[in-house]
């Protein structure tokens, strides 16, 4: 009798996972025969005509592509509406970066809107990819590539151009989906009322259901970059990969031009620390004033010449309290003569600061990366920045920099670089010469040298080092 029930059971299972992949394959054959019969390159980027970081990096790639493989197409999946002139001249005037308008096509998708979060407000992670997997129906049934880059962290989409449109995948990922740091969050949280404990065991079960698919979903991108060391960290754990094997660091171009080609001029450089970041909390402002006023303190023959410049924007009212309060703490600790704010500097005058000081300033803990702190390396300042994360991990190599965490480790530093300039001439140099790995041109290269194992296509007119 049981045995009879197993065995029918088995017969529906069976024949359900017949009639799934009966499917799939048909599928797959049908989407098949739609490909373009020109090799094609699909990047997905529902956003495309955003001029963010994250832009920079798909057209540096499409650029890549373009340098390798002359005579493939690219296309852009994006919801974009404005004309593909307007898209150009974003990219001409926000990125400068020149691409071959004739091999590159924008595919209209219509349903991006599945894919924004204010769409769920509970659920949101399932939500938005549930709704990318919509979203990547969309752009697979509108043209089937022979390679899908996904350049905006839609793991969700790759089993559907993996498996429906038997596209190689690969990727680029800023951040990943969840994160390990989320799920030990609620495990460690203490002291809930019982409701709470319920609701955080609910949570702790739906993250880590999501970790388990998103793991499933990663596992099929076929070559994977990450943009720095912490997402590399958590994909490698997330998608049981190892790091700088099966993930590769692939730091995204930072444009520094305007930085580069600052002259050196080391001795000539003022006795001036220049910090830049908006006036947020987390990036620790507070710090800085008690690192100039313990220098001060231990060192008083700097008080008629060093000079730390807060430079920064406000993105709103709680933003400019803030500064207030650094006002008001300046006043108390009378530092007025050696602390200038400034807010919301143009270009030009930013310029000249840069051209100007010797140490560059960075006090936020835990960053995932530090801009800013390429940018004073480029710009010929010594960075003295907090030793977590990004800064310690990606940005300040040895000889490059000095790393810090308390106010007497920050004031040692800056001290000794202004007390003894001559012995930092080098260093300086080391620290411009070392933001060449965050390039454009560095971008590319590394770009080019990986993509091309997973593209199996050669271009007729190539040259021969490409
Ligand atoms: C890009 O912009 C530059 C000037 O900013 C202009 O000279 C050039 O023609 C533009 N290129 C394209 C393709 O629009
Ligand atoms: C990677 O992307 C995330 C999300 O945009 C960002 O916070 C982080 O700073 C980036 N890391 C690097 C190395 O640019
Ligand atoms: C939890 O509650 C106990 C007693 O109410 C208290 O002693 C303890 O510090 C609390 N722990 C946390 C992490 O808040
Ligand atoms: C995908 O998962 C399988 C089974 O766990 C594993 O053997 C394989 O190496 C994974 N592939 C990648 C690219 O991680």
New binding site residues.
């Given amino acids: 009798m049981i045995s009879c029930i197993v065995s029918s059971c088995l017969y529906i299972v069976g024949t359900l996972i017949g009639v799934v992949a009966g499917l799939v394959l048909l599928t797959r054959l049908y989407y098949q025969s739609k490909r373009p019969s020109t090799y094609t390159i699909g990047f997905f980027h529902p956003y495309c005509a955003a001029g963010g970081?994250?832009e920079r990096v798909l057209w540096c790639a499409v650029k890549a592509i373009q340098e390798s493989y002359p005579d493939a197409n690219c296309l852009v999946y994006t919801g974009d509406t404005i004309s593909d002139d307007e898209i150009f001249n974003k990219i001409n005037n926000t990125f400068m970066i020149e691409l071959k308008r004739k091999n590159i096509e924008f595919i209209r998708l219509t349903k991006r809107k599945y894919v924004e979060d204010s769409l769920y407000p509970v659920f949101t992670l399932l939500g938005q990819s549930l709704g990318s997997m919509i979203l990547g129906m969309e752009a697979l049934s509108k043209c089937n590539p022979h390679v899908y880059i996904d350049t905006m962290g839609y793991a969700f989409t790759y089993p559907i151009f993996r498996i429906l449109g038997g596209s190689k995948v690969a990727c680029y990922v800023?951040?990943p989906i969840v994160s390990s740091d989320m799920i030990v969050k609620v495990a460690n949280q203490q002291n809930l009322t019982l409701k709470r404990k319920i609701f955080s065991n609910v949570k702790l079960v739906y993250y880590k259901i999501f970790a388990i698919i998103y793991r499933l979903v990663g596992n099929l991108s076929q070559l994977v970059f990450v943009?720095?060391?912490?997402?590399g960290n958590h994909i490698s754990t997330l998608w049981k990969r190892t790091f700088k094997k099966d993930v590769i660091l692939l730091?995204?171009p930072?444009d520094v031009s305007s930085r580069i080609a600052l002259p050196l001029n080391w001795q000539k450089r003022k006795n001036m620390v220049l910090s830049i970041a908006q006036f947020r909390p987390e990036k620790d402002h507070m710090l800085q004033l008690l690192t100039l006023d313990h220098l001060l303190k231990t060192h008083p023959q700097h008080k008629k010449d060093l000079e730390l410049v807060m430079v920064g924007s406000c993105r709103g009212e709680e933003d400019r309290g803030r500064v207030e309060q650094l006002e008001k703490k300046i006043k108390e600790l009378g530092l007025e003569k050696n602390v200038r704010i400034c807010v919301g500097v143009s270009a030009q005058e930013l310029n000249d600061l840069f051209a100007q000081a010797s140490v560059g300033i960075h006090t936020m803990w835990c960053?995932?990366?530090?801009?800013g702190v390429v940018e004073l390396m480029a710009g010929g300042l010594i960075p003295v920045a907090h030793d977590s994360a990004?800064p310690k991990e990606?940005i300040v190599l040895p000889g490059t920099g000095f790393l810090a965490t308390t106010k007497e480790q920050y004031a040692n530093y800056i001290h000794e670089i202004i007390a003894n300039k001559p012995k930092y001439a080098d260093m300086q140099k080391a620290a411009r010469e070392s933001t060449n790995r965050f390039s454009e041109t560095t971008f590319i290269q590394q770009f080019k040298n990986h993509i091309k194992l997973i593209i199996d296509y050669k271009s007729k007119n190539i040259k021969k080092d490409q």
């Fill in positions: 970081g994250g800023h951040y943009n720095g060391t912490w997402t730091y995204p930072v960053e995932h990366f530090g801009i990004g990606d």
